[in-house]
């Protein structure tokens, strides 16, 4: 145990999550801190992560956390209120009956629907608390398995954001897991007995995502930097790469114009 009775997160969790934190300048002085708490490993190892932070920060800051529960009311809180005293965060807990609602809507993409609502409820909790920042638990993993998701359905290579401004609702949303893989979160949330709860989604496990992670996990069996490669991609996205319908000219063939995107063959 160290930071004052919360549990010691391993050096490499720390510095993960320190430079995601830094170099993404997540925190400022005064914010005051709302964690999205689903019960899943990301989210617990998240609040872990920002309590123990918070007291050895030099930025001044509060943290609170709420939990949006999907069943309307019915869901057991009682762990992760024990787990949120533990360290000293306040839990609010916030009843929507979201199942019901997909299975009155039959929506064709319903975690798509949920992660949206569940959201838009966590952002109302925020400004009701007089929040600044509304942090979530999204992994490495997850940012890179939502590239694939938007390059293979939209054709667009993008993913979130590890902070962003919402001018609509005024509050900053970051991720201070993004450059952690989430098999490291799941051997942090195992080693210190986090009181993980079961998810009590219907569709948890037969998802486009659950899909894409598999092809990501096929991919990384013969290359196991893939993940990074990609994240590497995000952050170096070369105008020069990109096929405008005009001619470039590449250096490294002595000047010769190359057609980024000929309508010879239309």
Same mark, same amino acid.
């Given at each position: 145990m160290s930071d004052r009775g919360i549990p010691r997160i391993s050096l490499t969790l720390r510095k993960k999550t320190g430079t995601a934190l830094r170099r993404f300048s997540m925190i400022q002085p005064d914010d005051s801190v709302l964690i999205g708490l689903s019960g899943g490993k990301d989210s617990l190892v998240l609040a872990l992560v920002l309590a123990a932070y918070q007291r050895r920060s030099p930025v001044p800051f509060s943290l609170a956390a709420a939990f949006v529960d999907i069943t309307g009311g019915s869901a057991d809180t009682a762990p992760l209120q024990a787990f949120c005293d533990s360290l000293g965060i306040p839990f609010f807990v916030r009843p929507y009956p979201i199942l019901s609602i997909l299975a009155e809507r039959e929506e064709r @993409? *319903? !975690? @798509?629907?949920? /992660?949206?609502?569940?959201?838009?409820?966590?952002?109302?909790? /925020? +400004?009701?608390?007089?929040?600044?920042t509304l942090a979530l638990g999204h992994t490495l993993d997850d940012a890179v398995e939502t590239v694939l998701m938007n390059l293979f359905r939209a054709g667009q290579f993008k993913s979130f954001q590890p902070k962003v401004?919402? @001018? +609509?609702?005024?509050?900053?949303?970051?991720? *201070?897991?993004?450059?952690?893989?989430g098999r490291l979160v799941a051997k942090e949330a195992a080693r210190l007995s986090l009181p993980v709860g079961e998810n009590p989604c219907p569709f948890s496990g037969n998802t486009e +995502?659950?899909?894409?992670?598999?092809?990501?996990?096929?991919? !990384?069996?013969?290359? *196991?930097a893939i993940k990074y490669n990609i994240i590497h991609a995000l952050e170096c996205l070369d105008e020069r790469n990109r096929w405008t319908g005009t001619p470039s000219f590449d250096s490294s063939e002595q000047g010769e114009m190359i057609w980024e995107k000929s309508t010879e063959s239309l």
């Open positions: @993409s *319903p !975690c @798509s629907f949920c /992660a949206n609502l569940r959201r838009g409820i966590l952002n109302d909790e /925020a +400004r009701e608390r007089g929040c600044t401004w919402q @001018s +609509r609702t005024e509050i900053t949303v970051i991720r *201070p897991l993004i450059l952690a893989e +995502r659950k899909r894409t992670a598999d092809i990501i996990s096929t991919l !990384c069996a013969e290359n *196991p």
